[in-house]
């Protein structure tokens, strides 16, 4: 049972829309920073959102996040075959002094 | 380039020993926190434990707490993880993960492609 729950799985048909929720508490997501990271199985996992909104570089603007209270999420546009992968999101908890991800979404385009 | 190597990883026996070690460079490793964090077979993430830049805090996950021990050593630009006790439970993908500040708790920029550890007898 992750702190921070995110759905499953998603799906969407390529050239859509998908968002990812990570749903969390007064403890870690609505007073920390919320990232969010792509993983490939068998690769190493990229940062694609810190900060709750900003993208390194080199991420493409089709990646967003945003945060409102205790729940965050992360949007991508244009979805493309190779974005098909599982999607963590992650914060530091204040109650628990250590960093906790959620369970990870994979998603089908 | 950041670049993270982990090595290490083995089949080892329940109760058992091993030592993961983690290679850094194209960066100033002693300027950020580093990570370890795992990944069971079928399961997702799990942050396992966390020293920052100067190695004087550590923090640990309730499930290795007095079993693993992380350390680094700036003068090689290499981060350790002492694993005891291992158990089935600790069979996983582990990972080497740059913190994106001195202290720990900013999220991870930088990963390494895994070392797998495998305790089964």
């Known amino acids: 049972q992750s702190v921070l729950a995110q759905p499953p799985s998603v799906s969407a048909a390529p050239g859509q829309k998908v968002t990812i929720s990570c749903s969390g508490s007064?403890?870690?997501?609505?007073?920390?920073?919320v990232s969010w990271y792509q993983h490939l199985p068998g690769t190493a996992p990229k940062l694609l959102i810190y900060e709750d909104d900003k993208r390194p570089s080199g991420i493409p603007d089709r990646f967003s996040g945003s945060k409102s209270g205790t729940s965050a999420a992360l949007g991508i546009t244009g979805l493309q075959t190779g974005d098909e992968a599982d999607y963590y999101c992650?914060?530091?908890?204040?109650?628990?002094?250590?960093?906790?991800f959620g369970g990870g979404t994979n998603l089908t385009v | 380039e950041v670049q993270l190597l982990e090595s290490g990883g083995d089949l080892v026996q329940p109760g058992g020993s091993l030592r993961l070690s983690c290679a850094a460079s194209g960066f100033t490793f002693s300027n950020y926190a580093m990570s370890w964090v795992r990944q069971a077979p079928g399961k997702g993430l799990e942050w396992v434990s966390a020293i920052s830049g100067g190695g004087a805090a550590i923090y640990d996950a309730d499930s290795v707490k007095g079993r693993f021990t992380i350390s680094r050593d700036n003068s090689k630009n290499a981060l350790y993880l002492q694993m005891s006790s291992l158990r089935a439970a600790d069979t996983a993908v582990y990972y080497c993960?740059?913190?994106?500040?001195?202290?720990?708790?900013?999220?991870?920029?930088?990963w390494g492609q895994g070392t797998l550890v495998a305790v089964s007898s």
């Open positions: 993960a740059k913190d994106r500040k001195y202290n720990y708790g900013w999220g991870f920029d930088s």
């Open positions: 007064s403890s870690n997501v609505a007073n920390n920073y």
């Open positions: 992650g914060t530091w908890d204040n109650i628990l002094s250590t960093w906790v």
